[in-house]
């Protein structure tokens, strides 16, 4: 007779809690409360909240095994998490009781929540994006997993030097991380270089080197629910063998080097989203975790499988972004060389798994490797992609594509100058659903970038915008709001966002309109408090708080901000005496490292800034602050204080967009362009509660094609004209007269590209008339409800709903 394994039910109350916590920094910190330090504090704490996690992690993997569910496998180079702590208390329904039971043992749980170092494992929205995603599926329980590359050190750190962006390495893994667990036992080998050999019947790559690929696994909770999905991160592991051999001739450094360089690859995070890094690390680091994940999702397919004959019944792999893209000739070689399906069969089932989401219309964003080293890398990859581009330009041709100008057009390999391989065109062929972010970046890149493609497959391209998840955008970064929505409407809008749109009852009842700004005072407070602490710069909170947070990008138009900021205070001191509506400009957001024009922005709003603030004749009634470090959980301190939500890129240019849909959950009325997402913000909450301005992509094009010249409106603009003079002879900048010219000569001498100064007067009226309406208190009030109210349909819930019912075809799991 076995004896069975027996657990204990983990329960939810704060003395069970209490006592967790205890057992947890004894045995697992290995602390006692005299020698705990806050640090330890925390881990004891997020360890006896990650034991009721793996209580329904397992449930939900013993579900997907008995169901033999459909999984969906989300392939990510980023995913932007940020804090665990408080999201996973708010999952398990534990918030308070969890308070509680450390105030119990004195202490004060709020100071422990801001000690967890963000898991900043992305640059922007695109992570983020990710991050919302798992967030969704779990609490709609479709059996999915996150995939990406566990990277040692995240997102850069950015402070700020005299008004400069220093970055400083994110080590985030320093005090350990209570939230994952180590895989040792799930290790594959993702081999490099080498050459191909044809035998008999199939290809082998052989002389190749090699490092192993480690799971790291962590849970991710739904929001009231069972179910759980996992993101497995894979960390590079020098290979035993490889160094025992340098070792064994004698070579003990170069042992050491050889396993440091090939452990490299899971190193750090490329600080850049929207630029090709063009480097060999960055392409390793690719292949590095789709070969993983791809030899991982075999296994799993062959545990309950004998055959492939079901193969794309049970999976399916989403590719966000092209980053992920080499995951295609990966389980083509896969099927092909090592599970030996015959070519054609193994095609089939990739275009039956696989589906990309494009993130960028712009050119330059769009990725591309160099033939010759990827031939050098990985060769047998590069022969199957040739193979698959044969097959495809031959199924053109068969389709009437004889045109050879449309032929050399849509061939995944770019042969104009440098070869290079297009690895959105491998994408799009080889997936059986291609989406855009938002409407109209669905609508550009039908009609632009992708244009041949949507001839040759319309019925490939599809939308799905963007979302977020409202549990960490609202209900966790936002209490006051949260709090209030619950006494109003119920709690229900947690997993049914549309449930907001009951708010509209209450138009015109005043008690309700005080308790909503006085909710969004409170937070504005909150705000000014930390940034006092933080920078020394001190608001009112009675101000309105304009937000332009986000990365630095010339298409962002940060400029465009900056050049109001700077005309209000020309107007401020030639007419002191006027009614100047106070006003609070907060700038957040990091620079890509090699992104020279980026920083010098940061630079100038830094200058500016302090300018502004130090004026007497001002009198407060400017200031402008730009908070170092954005990062999630800096996004989740300002957002929720937000009046104003500054979305201005140029029309076009920016995909969907997500801060938009923060800030607007948030109570802010954006200010913003009809580009991305703002679009359907606009439908969504009405026209009189979004302030629109500036050229439509179309006005964009127009204006592109007849010739724009920056030069005459400079020219015509006197109050543009003072302020670019004042930033090109140094106003700003007296200690180092020339430091803003490039700014000036590329908005006035080189062509403006982004159109700042076509939409600047259009966006001072704008900023006039949102003037006008802050004034009316009840009225700003009555349309920031409008916008909480308005927005449901931008929950990730939603979005993920449609992928999961359009694009992966799974459902979500029985959870009894
Ligand atoms: C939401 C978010 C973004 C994306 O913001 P956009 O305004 O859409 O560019 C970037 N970074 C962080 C930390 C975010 O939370």
């Given at each position: 007779m076995t004896v069975g394994l027996e657990f204990d039910q983990l329960q939810s109350s704060a003395d069970a809690l209490r006592r967790s916590i205890s057992n947890r920094l004894m045995y697992g910190v290995g602390k006692d409360a005299v020698t705990a330090r806050p640090q330890d504090w925390l881990h004891a704490a997020a360890l006896a909240v990650r034991d009721r996690l793996v209580q329904r992690w397992m449930v939900t993997t013993r579900r997907q095994y008995d169901q033999d569910a459909k999984r969906v496998y989300y392939l990510s180079m980023e995913f932007l998490i940020g804090r665990t702590f408080s999201n996973a208390l708010l999952a398990l329904g534990i918030y308070d009781q969890m308070k509680e039971a450390l105030a119990d043992v004195g202490i004060d749980m709020e100071s422990l929540i801001d000690l967890e170092p963000d898991a900043a494992l992305g640059n922007g929205g695109l992570g983020r994006l990710a991050a919302c995603f798992l967030d969704s599926m779990a609490t709609l329980g479709i059996p999915g997993f996150g995939y990406g590359i566990r990277y040692d050190y995240?997102?850069?750190?950015?402070?700020?030097?005299?008004?400069?962006?220093?970055?400083?390495?994110?080590?985030?893994?320093?005090?350990?991380?209570?939230?994952?667990?180590?895989r040792p036992e799930v290790q594959y080998p993702v081999h490099f270089g080498g050459r191909t050999v044809q035998r008999d019947d199939h290809v082998e790559w052989i002389d190749t080197q090699h490092v192993n690929a480690m799971a790291y696994d962590t849970v991710i909770p739904g929001?009231?629910?069972?179910?759980?999905?996992?993101?497995?991160?894979?960390?590079?592991?020098?290979d035993e063998e490889l160094d025992l051999s340098a070792f064994n001739k004698g070579d003990y450094q170069g042992a050491v080097e050889t396993r440091n360089e090939s452990e490299n690859v899971s190193r750090l995070l490329?600080?850049?989203?929207?630029?090709?890094?063009?480097?060999?690390?960055?392409?390793?680091?690719?292949?590095?975790?789709?070969?993983?994940?791809?030899?991982?999702?075999?296994?799993?397919?062959?545990?309950?499988?004998?055959?492939?004959?079901?193969?794309?019944?049970?999976?399916?792999?989403?590719?966000?972004?092209?980053?992920?893209?080499?995951?295609?000739?990966?389980?083509?070689?896969?099927?092909?060389?090592v599970h030996h399906l015959p070519w054609a069969e193994a095609m089939g089932h990739i275009r039956r798994v696989f589906s990309y989401t494009n993130h960028t219309l712009m050119p330059e964003a769009l990725e591309t490797w160099d033939l010759e080293l990827l031939a050098r890398l990985l060769p047998r990859h590069l022969q199957i992609i040739f193979d698959i581009n044969a097959a495809f330009l031959t199924e053109a041709s068969d389709q009437g594509a004889h045109d050879l100008d449309l032929i050399r057009r849509i061939s995944l390999v770019d042969e104009f100058g440098h070869r290079r391989v297009r690895m959105a065109y491998l994408a799009i062929v080889a997936s059986h659903t291609v989406n855009g972010v938002s409407k109209l970046h669905s609508q550009l890149m039908q009609r632009d970038i992708f244009a041949d493609f949507a001839r040759l497959y319309p019925e490939r391209f599809t939308n799905v915008t963007?979302?977020?998840?409202?549990?960490?955008?609202?209900?966790?970064?936002?209490?006051?709001?949260?709090?209030?929505?619950?006494?109003?409407?119920?709690?229900?809008?947690?997993?049914?966002?549309?449930?907001?749109?009951?708010?509209?009852?209450?138009?015109?009842?005043?008690?309700?309109?005080?308790?909503?700004?006085?909710?969004?005072?409170?937070?504005?407070?909150?705000?000014v408090q930390r940034l006092t602490q933080r920078t020394g710069i001190a608001f009112d909170p009675d101000a309105l708080f304009d937000m332009q947070v986000k990365r630095i990008h010339e298409y962002k138009r940060q400029l465009l901000n900056v050049l109001h900021v700077i005309v209000r205070y020309n107007r401020i001191r030639e007419n002191p005496q006027s009614d100047w509506v106070p006003r609070v400009v907060l700038f957040a957001g990091k620079a890509a490292s090699a992104y020279r024009m980026a920083k010098t922005i940061i630079k100038l709003i830094n200058d500016v800034a302090e300018k502004v603030n130090s004026d007497p004749a001002v009198g407060g009634r400017l200031k402008v602050v730009f908070v170092p470090n954005y990062g999630v959980s800096v996004a989740e301190l300002m957002i929720p204080a937000a009046d104003l939500s500054e979305q201005i890129s140029t029309a076009g240019t920016e995909a969907s967009g997500t801060g938009n849909m923060k800030l607007a959950l948030n109570g802010a009325l954006t200010i913003g362009t009809l580009d991305g997402a703002n679009i359907e913000i606009g439908e969504s909450v009405g026209p009189e509660h979004i302030f629109i301005f500036g050229h439509t992509s179309d006005q964009v094009d127009a204006l592109r094609a007849s010739g724009y010249r920056p030069r005459q409106i400079y020219e015509d603009n006197a109050e543009l004209r003072t302020a670019l003079d004042q930033i090109r002879t140094g106003f700003f900048s007296p200690g180092d007269p020339a430091r803003f010219l490039d700014i000036f000569h590329s908005l006035v001498?080189?062509?403006?590209?982004?159109?700042?100064?076509?939409?600047?007067?259009?966006?001072?009226?704008?900023?006039?008339?949102?003037?006008?309406?802050?004034?009316?208190?009840?009225?700003?009030?009555?349309?920031?409800?409008?916008?909480?109210?308005?927005?449901?349909?931008?929950?990730?819930?939603?979005?993920?709903?449609?992928?999961?019912?359009?694009?992966?075809?799974?459902?979500?799991?029985?959870?009894?």
């Amino acid at each position: 007779m076995t004896v069975g394994l027996e657990f204990d039910q983990l329960q939810s109350s704060a003395d069970a809690l209490r006592r967790s916590i205890s057992n947890r920094l004894m045995y697992g910190v290995g602390k006692d409360a005299v020698t705990a330090r806050p640090q330890d504090w925390l881990h004891a704490a997020a360890l006896a909240v990650r034991d009721r996690l793996v209580q329904r992690w397992m449930v939900t993997t013993r579900r997907q095994y008995d169901q033999d569910a459909k999984r969906v496998y989300y392939l990510s180079m980023e995913f932007l998490i940020g804090r665990t702590f408080s999201n996973a208390l708010l999952a398990l329904g534990i918030y308070d009781q969890m308070k509680e039971a450390l105030a119990d043992v004195g202490i004060d749980m709020e100071s422990l929540i801001d000690l967890e170092p963000d898991a900043a494992l992305g640059n922007g929205g695109l992570g983020r994006l990710a991050a919302c995603f798992l967030d969704s599926m779990a609490t709609l329980g479709i059996p999915g997993f996150g995939y990406g590359i566990r990277y040692d050190y995240g997102m850069f750190r950015q402070r700020i030097v005299n008004g400069e962006q220093v970055e400083a390495p994110d080590y985030w893994l320093h005090a350990g991380n209570p939230w994952e667990f180590p895989r040792p036992e799930v290790q594959y080998p993702v081999h490099f270089g080498g050459r191909t050999v044809q035998r008999d019947d199939h290809v082998e790559w052989i002389d190749t080197q090699h490092v192993n690929a480690m799971a790291y696994d962590t849970v991710i909770p739904g929001y009231a629910t069972d179910a759980t999905n996992t993101l497995r991160l894979w960390s590079a592991r020098a290979d035993e063998e490889l160094d025992l051999s340098a070792f064994n001739k004698g070579d003990y450094q170069g042992a050491v080097e050889t396993r440091n360089e090939s452990e490299n690859v899971s190193r750090l995070l490329y600080p850049d989203d929207s630029t090709m890094a063009g480097r060999e690390l960055r392409l390793r680091q690719e292949y590095f975790f789709v070969s993983a994940t791809m030899q991982d999702l075999i296994r799993r397919y062959l545990r309950t499988h004998s055959t492939f004959g079901r193969f794309s019944e049970k999976v399916a792999v989403h590719l966000n972004d092209t980053h992920p893209v080499l995951a295609i000739p990966e389980l083509l070689r896969l099927l092909v060389d090592v599970h030996h399906l015959p070519w054609a069969e193994a095609m089939g089932h990739i275009r039956r798994v696989f589906s990309y989401t494009n993130h960028t219309l712009m050119p330059e964003a769009l990725e591309t490797w160099d033939l010759e080293l990827l031939a050098r890398l990985l060769p047998r990859h590069l022969q199957i992609i040739f193979d698959i581009n044969a097959a495809f330009l031959t199924e053109a041709s068969d389709q009437g594509a004889h045109d050879l100008d449309l032929i050399r057009r849509i061939s995944l390999v770019d042969e104009f100058g440098h070869r290079r391989v297009r690895m959105a065109y491998l994408a799009i062929v080889a997936s059986h659903t291609v989406n855009g972010v938002s409407k109209l970046h669905s609508q550009l890149m039908q009609r632009d970038i992708f244009a041949d493609f949507a001839r040759l497959y319309p019925e490939r391209f599809t939308n799905v915008t963007n979302g977020i998840t409202p549990r960490r955008w609202l209900a966790q970064a936002n209490p006051p709001l949260a709090r209030l929505i619950d006494e109003s409407v119920g709690t229900n809008w947690r997993r049914d966002l549309l449930e907001l749109r009951g708010l509209r009852n209450l138009r015109g009842d005043a008690a309700f309109e005080a308790a909503f700004h006085a909710a969004k005072r409170c937070n504005k407070v909150r705000l000014v408090q930390r940034l006092t602490q933080r920078t020394g710069i001190a608001f009112d909170p009675d101000a309105l708080f304009d937000m332009q947070v986000k990365r630095i990008h010339e298409y962002k138009r940060q400029l465009l901000n900056v050049l109001h900021v700077i005309v209000r205070y020309n107007r401020i001191r030639e007419n002191p005496q006027s009614d100047w509506v106070p006003r609070v400009v907060l700038f957040a957001g990091k620079a890509a490292s090699a992104y020279r024009m980026a920083k010098t922005i940061i630079k100038l709003i830094n200058d500016v800034a302090e300018k502004v603030n130090s004026d007497p004749a001002v009198g407060g009634r400017l200031k402008v602050v730009f908070v170092p470090n954005y990062g999630v959980s800096v996004a989740e301190l300002m957002i929720p204080a937000a009046d104003l939500s500054e979305q201005i890129s140029t029309a076009g240019t920016e995909a969907s967009g997500t801060g938009n849909m923060k800030l607007a959950l948030n109570g802010a009325l954006t200010i913003g362009t009809l580009d991305g997402a703002n679009i359907e913000i606009g439908e969504s909450v009405g026209p009189e509660h979004i302030f629109i301005f500036g050229h439509t992509s179309d006005q964009v094009d127009a204006l592109r094609a007849s010739g724009y010249r920056p030069r005459q409106i400079y020219e015509d603009n006197a109050e543009l004209r003072t302020a670019l003079d004042q930033i090109r002879t140094g106003f700003f900048s007296p200690g180092d007269p020339a430091r803003f010219l490039d700014i000036f000569h590329s908005l006035v001498d080189w062509g403006d590209h982004y159109l700042v100064m076509a939409d600047f007067a259009a966006f001072i009226a704008a900023q006039e008339e949102v003037d006008r309406r802050f004034v009316d208190v009840a009225g700003w009030t009555a349309s920031a409800i409008e916008n909480v109210a308005g927005v449901g349909q931008f929950s990730s819930d939603r979005a993920i709903s449609e992928y999961a019912s359009d694009i992966w075809r799974v459902k979500p799991l029985d959870m009894g």
